[in-house]
């Protein structure tokens, strides 16, 4: 382990990161699951995450911070994973071949609210989940995005309104034809 941990005070704040993060792994894997809408991508991810901040644990100023440090790590790795999933193909595999469904399928697929959220872009999901889901304050969401929080708010806007039309129809609340 050389490199970023080399001395035995980056080892120490290394290993005070693992124990921060012990007690919210839970939580993160359940955020990483809902943006990436897939189980075993959410724990790839949540475990990259891990990674990331235990070798960039030196950057960690205030443990009271590390929700907000981990989650923005946390939100870095998986929009990175959606980014990859334009340039990487997948192919289907159908449902019956697979042994079990995927938990985090099955909520999306029941729930009314997660389905109006599957025709929003990458961003404004983000937006939505971290906000509702996390229960995070909009300057709270800029920050682990790193946006300003006029951006925030916007993208919270327009996916509200989006979601709102897949769920009352496009003709709710405007003139009929």
Known sequence: MEGALAT???TNVAERVLRLADGGLDRA???AGLILGDQHEAEDATQEALLRAWQSAASLRDPAGFGAWFDRILVNV??????RRG???LIAIEAAALPSRDP???IADRDEVLRAMTGLGDDERLVILLHYWADLTLEAVA???GWPVGT??????RALDSMRLRVEGPTAGGPSI
């Open 143 to 145: 920050e682990r995005l």
């Open 104 to 106: 985090f399928r099955d």
């Open 87 to 89: 340039k990487v193909r």
């Open 152 to 157: 925030v708010k916007s993208r919270l806007h």
């Open 8 to 10: 035995g005070r980056d």
């Open 29 to 31: 894997f359940r955020l």
């Open 78 to 83: 998986c929009r990175d994973r959606l980014r």
